[in-house]
């Protein structure tokens, strides 16, 4: 996974539930001055990190006076073989959606994983920002992780896993 940082949470073998955490991240200009400043969660990652799914932020999107930007705040993609821009191009719009954020603040994510759905919560928010109905790997089950694109300075907390039989 070519420019992406995971830490791994040791003794996970998740398929389906919920992840919880607090993400905070801002692009390091001195990296890449266009950088936006990705940051989210892995889940159902297979060994060596070789497949995940993705859940992520782009905290500079959510304020932007481009709108077309804007609707790129949220994002998934599964890892390596559907990575976010061949989804964009074959199914553009069903991956990503908008949402309110800023560069730096703390932002809450709950995913919900059932199967092959996920629902993305953002900020305590009741109903979700993004709704993936054909997740990648639907019957995996793997590693959660912190993941972050190598141009952030990305901060965590909060973690909680629930893991459903």
């Avoid at 998740?14 to 940051?39: C, H, K, L, Y």
């Avoid at 060994?47 to 705040?73: C, F, M």
Wanted: aromatic letters at 10%.
């Amino acid at each position: 996974m070519e420019g992406s940082m995971i830490a791994l949470v040791t003794d996970t073998n998740f398929q389906n539930g919920t992840i919880e955490a607090d993400v905070a991240g801002i692009p390091i200009p001195s990296m890449d001055p266009e950088a936006r400043g990705f940051i989210g969660l892995v889940f159902r990652t297979q060994p060596h990190a070789a497949k995940a799914e993705n859940i992520y932020i782009r905290p500079t999107n959510g304020r932007s006076g481009d709108q077309l930007r804007r609707n790129h705040s949220v994002q998934y993609e599964s890892l390596p073989d559907f990575p976010w821009y061949r989804l964009r191009k074959e199914q553009p719009g069903v991956y990503e959606s908008y949402t309110d954020l800023e560069p730096g603040v703390w932002t809450k994510m709950k995913i919900e994983v059932d199967g092959p759905r996920a629902k993305l919560y953002v900020n305590g928010a009741a109903q979700p920002c993004l709704i993936v109905n054909d997740l990648k790997l639907p019957s995996a089950r793997g590693q959660v992780g912190l993941w972050a694109f190598i141009a952030t300075d990305a901060y965590f907390s909060n973690l909680q896993i629930t893991s459903e039989p």
